[in-house]
């Protein structure tokens, strides 16, 4: 029976035949050798086999900052979509008296400004969490990934490569929140980091994956 081997850059399982971890595509052994159970002849076509393997291998298995933002962009574009016409419902007609006072040069009155910031308020919290389920239900569901990343072959994955949870896909979009709030560094940190993680990736314990 065959003995199973560990990734060493994922840690998930894979067959001590397999050359290449078929979580993340990374190499399970090193280039030019096998293991010493194989027979000369086994050996050979082994290591041909996996040269051929490697040369077709991408040059990594993590979604890179570019790609990672063109499916952040996707994402934003299918939920301003959705949101636009809720805005143009609920906020916009409040607007409209304040902007027709301002072009007859009248100050608002405090009751039409009070009613324009409570109700973008209201607007704004019901985008949070629409687009709070979007990503979280999405990301932990059998796609992997929202829209954007089902669109560009991404998918999100723990450290071991599996499918994660409802709550960490949660901690992981509030973590983008705070990946936003300090300059946006939490996400340049994807462009620099060895496995391509941002902060919210590292608080969440998650990869981003290309397949």
């Given amino acids: 029976m065959a003995e199973n081997i560990f990734c060493s850059k994922c840690g998930a399982q894979n067959s001590s035949e397999s050359q290449f971890c078929q979580k993340c595509g990374a190499s399970l052994w090193p280039l030019g050798s096998v293991p010493q159970s194989t027979t000369p002849a086994h050996a050979s076509q082994l290591a041909s086999s996996q040269r051929t393997a490697y040369a077709a291998a991408p040059s990594s298995p993590y979604g890179g900052f570019w790609i990672r933002f063109l499916a952040y962009f996707i994402d934003r574009i299918i939920v301003g979509v959705v949101a636009a016409p ?9 607007m409209v008296p304040i902007l027709e006072d301002a072009q007859r040069n009248q100050h608002p009155s405090p009751d039409m400004i009070e009613a324009v910031v409570g109700t973008a308020l209201t607007f704004g919290f019901f985008a949070l969490v629409g687009t709070w389920l979007y ?8 796609w992997q990934g929202t829209v954007g990343k089902k669109v560009l072959r991404l998918k999100v994955t723990d450290e071991a490569g599996n499918r994660i949870s409802f709550a960490r896909a949660t901690g992981r ?28 990736d590292m608080i969440a314990g998650t990869l981003v994956m290309k397949y």
């Fill in 86 to 94: 809720f805005y143009f419902i609920m906020v916009f007609p409040r």
């Fill in 135 to 142: 990503d979280a239900l999405l990301t932990s569901s059998a």
């Fill in 173 to 200: 979009f509030f973590g983008k929140i705070l990946s936003a709030m300090i300059m946006y560094i939490g996400f340049i940190m994807i462009g620099f980091t060895d496995r391509k993680r941002g902060l919210h």
